[in-house]
């Protein structure tokens, strides 16, 4: 019987940019939604210019993570008619690093075999038993990578080293499960920086309101539309001008957070704000401290710090209340 981790594997699938120009999808196992497929040739790179070649990108549609890496053909190989090809893995979790990994070993099968018969034996073997192994492609054992190594590959460190106490914008926008849009020209750099931002609230551990690589198609919008709140990154520059789509707006090339006019008012800082952005700068500041250790630290003292200022809260109300002489009353409500 498979392994619960190798149950999260949905299909893998292959695009091909052949000596024509053309980008087909030509395979894929066992099957994606007609919808999905346009979202993948989407994103897979081959319909731009090879100048623009991303080697991995990864994303989610629909409740579904695709991880996408795009090779260039290079000779002597079985390929003869092809320029460039992407190995497309989706699934239901969060792995970028595991599943990178996995779509390497298929690409290399698929440059010496050309042909999608290899790459199916190693999906079945890894869906099967957990573990694909090649002498001449490499090997990839699914345990190998766990989830938590996953959410931690993003640093929370970098974050507040470029926007300091102005991360406590990004970190209450979470906390209130508001609308997040990234935007840099770069998808490499949207990637890294968006992974960061769901270990700002790390006692979630939810990762499924990253949507790392959006476009402004009214498929992918559609989709962002019916979630409650999300982290969403998109390479347009247009999507500056759409108000409709975020809360809180970050020009990453800038280092700059503007909070729509909709949202200040949920978003007003206090005191409590402060406290918690010192504590999350100061221990991003010390050279020491890893990022794990940046989280447990942010967690904890956030903590406490809400303690305090519940404990402040407490004793207002309770002195109120006993000026009315109605300790009964104060005691039903604390």
């Not at 970190?171 to 769901?198: C, S």
């Not at 519940?310 to 009315?324: C, P, T």
Request: proline letters at 3%; hydrophobic letters at 40%.
């Amino acid at each position: 019987m498979a392994a619960p981790e190798t149950q999260l594997m949905l299909s893998v699938g292959l695009i091909e940019k052949d000596v024509n120009a053309d980008t087909l999808w030509v395979w894929c196992y066992p099957s994606v939604s007609a919808e999905l497929r346009e979202v993948l040739l989407s994103k897979c790179c081959l319909r731009q210019d090879s100048r623009g070649l991303h080697t991995f990108v990864f994303g989610q549609f629909r409740r579904t993570w695709y991880y996408i890496s795009t090779v260039e053909v290079q000779e002597p190989t079985a390929l003869k008619k092809v320029t460039h090809f992407s190995i497309v893995v989706t699934t239901k979790d969060f792995n970028p690093e595991k599943y990178a990994a996995f779509s390497r070993v298929l690409c290399r099968m698929y440059i010496k075999h050309g042909s999608p018969v290899k790459m199916m034996e190693g999906y079945i073997a890894v869906l099967t038993k957990g573990v694909c192994q090649s002498d001449e492609n490499g090997s990839f054992l699914i345990k190998d990578y766990d989830v938590r190594k996953a959410y931690l590959a993003g640093s929370v460190k970098d974050v507040v080293s470029q926007f300091g106490m102005e991360t406590i914008i990004l970190y209450t926008a979470l906390m209130l499960k508001k609308r997040i849009v990234v935007h840099h020209p770069q998808v490499e750099a949207l990637l890294e920086f968006t992974r960061a931002l769901p270990a700002l609230t790390w006692h979630r551990k939810d990762w499924s309101i990253l949507h790392p690589y959006v476009h402004l198609t009214d498929s992918e919008l559609e989709n962002l539309r019916t979630c409650t709140g999300y982290v969403a990154g998109f390479v347009d520059p247009e999507v500056s001008n759409r108000s409709d789509l975020f809360d809180v707006y970050v020009n990453l090339p800038d280092s700059e957070i503007t909070i729509s006019q909709s949202a200040k008012e949920a978003m007003s800082m206090g005191k409590l704000h402060k406290d918690i952005g010192l504590v999350i700068v100061q221990s991003a500041e010390n050279a020491d401290r890893t990022d794990g250790q940046i989280i447990k630290v942010r967690v904890e003292s956030t903590h406490d710090i809400l303690t305090i200022h519940s404990s402040v809260i407490r004793e207002g109300v309770r002195y109120a209340f006993s000026k009315m002489n109605s300790v009964h009353t104060v005691n039903m409500l604390l």
